[in-house]
Every structure is written in C-alpha cells, then in structure tokens.
C-alpha cells in the first residue's frame, strides 16, 4: 500500500476530524533543515552575535531571574 492509499488518506481524515472535534487546529510551519549546507556556521555566527551584544546579556539575565522565581512557586 503506498503512502497516497485511499486507506491511509482516510485514516488522516479521521484522525484529523477527530482533533478538530476537540477544538484543535492543523498548522503546517517551515523550519529550518539543520542538515543543509551552511546552517552551522550560520548558527554560530548568530551566537557569536548574540553571546557579543550586552542588551542580549541583560535580557537572559530578566529570563532566568524570571523563571527561577517561577520555578521556586512551583515547588
């Protein structure tokens, strides 16, 4: 049976009638391939960038501060 098979196509319908039933949404989104050519470097270059910008520093510093008090109310 292939992968366009009346029979699978059916069972995605379903399943997909069944999320929509409880309210959900199907979204598709395009992420990046972290397997193509490049997006190391890329990757690093923006970390660079960013470990290099001191509004950066400030901004993980709130995040952290946040979530560690978040995380004490959770205990």
Request: no cysteine; hydrophobic share 40%; glycine share 2%.
């Amino acid at each position: 049976m292939n992968e366009a098979s009346p029979s699978r196509q059916n069972k995605f319908a379903r399943f997909r009638a069944r999320k929509k039933a409880k309210g959900l949404r199907e979204i598709r989104m395009w992420v990046p391939d972290v397997n193509a050519a490049g997006f190391q470097e890329r990757l690093d270059e923006q970390i660079a960038r960013l470990n290099a910008s001191a509004s950066e520093r400030e901004t993980l510093d709130f995040i952290e501060a946040v979530m560690s008090d978040t995380m004490k109310d959770a205990d």
